[in-house]
Nanobody, 125 residues
Framework: QVQLVESGGGLVQAGGSLRLSCAASGRTFSSYTMGWFRQASGKEREFVAAISRSGDNTYYASSVKGRFTISRDNAKNLVFLQVNSLKPEDTAVYYC??????????????????WGQGTQVTVSS
């Protein structure tokens, strides 16, 4: 089984920044796409960002493009999400996920098979 342990969430003012981290174990980390999703209260879990196996390609939801940056350190089995210029609408629980080995896409929940417990990001105005 894959275990994902997340950290870095917190309460920040609008315009602030955070660096979310996800530590993975139990799987060959470098062989899988990694993604970040978020879920606001009462809403569906939505795609935020994804990064390819090598880290050479990244993908972002239009709502976070230019503000968030996903990265990975395969040697340390870590994936990060740098979140800048935060807005109140970014408030949500943020989840790290491991991509399915044979998945073609990267923006749907079904493209991933293991998930972290989530870390809360709250942005005040």
């Amino acid at each position: 089984q894959v275990q994902l342990v997340e950290s870095g969430g917190g309460l920040v003012q609008a315009g602030g920044s955070l660096r979310l981290s996800c530590a993975a174990s139990g799987r060959t980390f470098s062989s899988y796409t990694m993604g970040w999703f978020r879920q606001a209260s009462g809403k569906e879990r939505e795609f935020v960002a994804a990064i390819s196996r090598s880290g050479d390609n990244t993908y972002y939801a239009s709502s976070v493009k230019g503000r968030f940056t996903i990265s990975r350190d395969n040697a340390k089995n870590l994936v990060f999400l740098q979140v800048n210029s935060l807005k109140p609408e970014d408030t949500a629980v943020y989840y790290c996920a491991t991509g399915r080995y044979y998945s073609i896409g990267y923006s749907s929940r079904g493209d991933y098979d293991y998930w972290g417990q989530g870390t809360q990001v709250t942005v005040s105005s």
